[in-house]
């Protein structure tokens, strides 16, 4: 049997640019799609907004993993021509995103928009108890995407129907993506997070099993230019259950850091 290659990253237009609108790059999670990303942008309706389509797509086959996760969205900037005003990322990808901070990546902006990362602050030793506890965590994000990506559809849909196509899922994934997601998670307990420049908003909810309010102030508070947003309601994936209040809170933190259309200033034309 041959093995699937490795696909690289594309660029997807969620809708026609808006005219003097910023650009704005959307990156997803782990087993998430470039399309999760529709019902946001079509509530910022200001917003020129892309969306990177990354090898760490829906049914993968995890070969990109002998390549940094970082490195990967690097090349996805590249496609884009221009550095993006604002960067919004969520849970896998967002640590992709927040590792290119770190290392003063000058294709990231100055303004990024980080949703549900996965953090692990510093006293957090990592220990069997972590790791069965994310193991199981993830599994849960694997049930809650796909009926996250069902939308409307799944009301029609038999529940035994669903949970079978959730079981298939999970065993699809299997070890490789938890494995590609808990070694993301420990690796961030040691990001030089003080090393960040860039206006940062970090959006958390008060029912995602992944990165907690406390744990995410630690990392707010770690860089120099970060706030936090806890919505109290919020999963794992408010971005797409919550597009409206979501999209209120993002404006917001673009109002106040003031992002600029077209180029920004230092990058050539």
């Known amino acids: 049997m041959t093995t ?8 997807r237009q969620l809708r026609p640019p808006t005219p ?30 892309v969306a990177l389509d990354l090898p760490w797509r829906p049914g993968n086959d995890y070969l990109w993993r002998r390549r940094p996760s970082p490195a990967w ?13 604002l960067v919004v990322a969520h849970s896998f990808g967002a640590n992709a995103l927040l590792e290119l901070l ?13 949703i549900c990362p996965l953090y692990r602050p510093p006293d957090v030793a990592v220990t069997w108890r972590v790791f069965e ?17 069902l939308g409307p559809r799944l009301r029609n849909m038999d529940a ?3 949970e079978r196509m959730i079981a298939k899922a999970v065993d699809r994934v299997g070890p490789s993506g938890f494995l590609a997601v808990f070694d993301q998670f420990c690796a961030s307990a040691s990001l030089r997070l003080d090393q960040v420049t860039a206006r940062v908003l970090v959006l958390a909810g008060g029912s995602d099993p992944t990165l907690s309010p406390a744990a995410a102030r630690i990392l707010a508070d770690g860089m ?4 936090l947003s806890v919505g109290d309601s919020y999963d794992h994936f408010c971005y797409a259950r919550q597009p409206e209040d979501v999209a209120s809170r993002l ?16 990058v050539a034309t």
Do not use: K, M
Not at 135 to 140: K, L, P, W
């Open 251 to 266: 404006r917001a933190f673009v109002d106040v850091a003031s992002v600029v259309s077209g180029h920004p200033e230092g």
């Open 20 to 49: 003097d609108g910023p650009l704005v790059a959307f990156v997803h999670g782990l087993e998430d799609s470039w399309e999760s990303w529709l019902p946001l942008s079509n509530v910022l309706p200001e917003w020129s907004p």
């Open 102 to 114: 770190c290392a003063g990546d000058r294709r990231v902006p100055e303004t990024v928009i980080l």
């Open 224 to 227: 120099p230019n970060a706030v």
């Open 160 to 162: 035994e129907v669903v």
């Open 4 to 11: 699937p290659a490795v696909t690289i990253p594309a660029v």
């Open 133 to 149: 506890r994310a193991r199981r965590s993830f599994e849960q994000h694997i049930h809650d995407s796909l009926r996250s990506r």
């Open 73 to 85: 969205l690097a090349d996805g900037f590249d496609l884009l021509g221009r550095r993006p005003d």
